[in-house]
Nanobody, 121 residues
């Protein structure tokens, strides 16, 4: 079993920055691909970014150039650096581990409980 715990959310103004972290514990392995999803109030969950076990990255179009996903396998940690934040980025952000990168939430093996990001006008 693997436990994922997110941290780093909070309240920021438009244009500000946050860095989210997701730490994995338990029976961890570097074979996992890691993904970030988010769910805004009243909306469906959407995929945001993903990183393969060897460091390849992909992003949803709306965050390209603003968000950066990275990982430190020695620390069993994945990060999401978020710059130039907008009110529409407000959501609960979840990390998920699986065998693929992309909007495939139905095949993810493990999920964190989320961290709230609120961007004010």
């Amino acid at each position: 079993q693997v436990e994922l715990v997110e941290s780093g959310g909070g309240l920021v103004q438009t244009g500000g920055s946050l860095r989210l972290s997701c730490v994995a514990s338990g029976r961890t392995g570097s074979y996992y691909a890691m993904n970030w999803f988010r769910q805004a109030p009243g909306k469906e969950r959407e995929w945001v970014a993903g990183i393969t076990r060897r460091g390849g990255t992909n992003y949803i179009d709306s965050v390209k150039g603003r968000f950066t996903i990275s990982r430190d396998n020695a620390k069993n940690t994945v990060y999401l650096q978020m710059n130039s934040l907008k009110p529409e980025d407000t959501a609960v952000y979840y990390c998920a581990a699986g065998s693929v990168v992309g909007p495939y939430d139905n095949v993810m093996d493990n999920w964190g409980k989320g961290t709230l990001v609120t961007v004010s006008s």
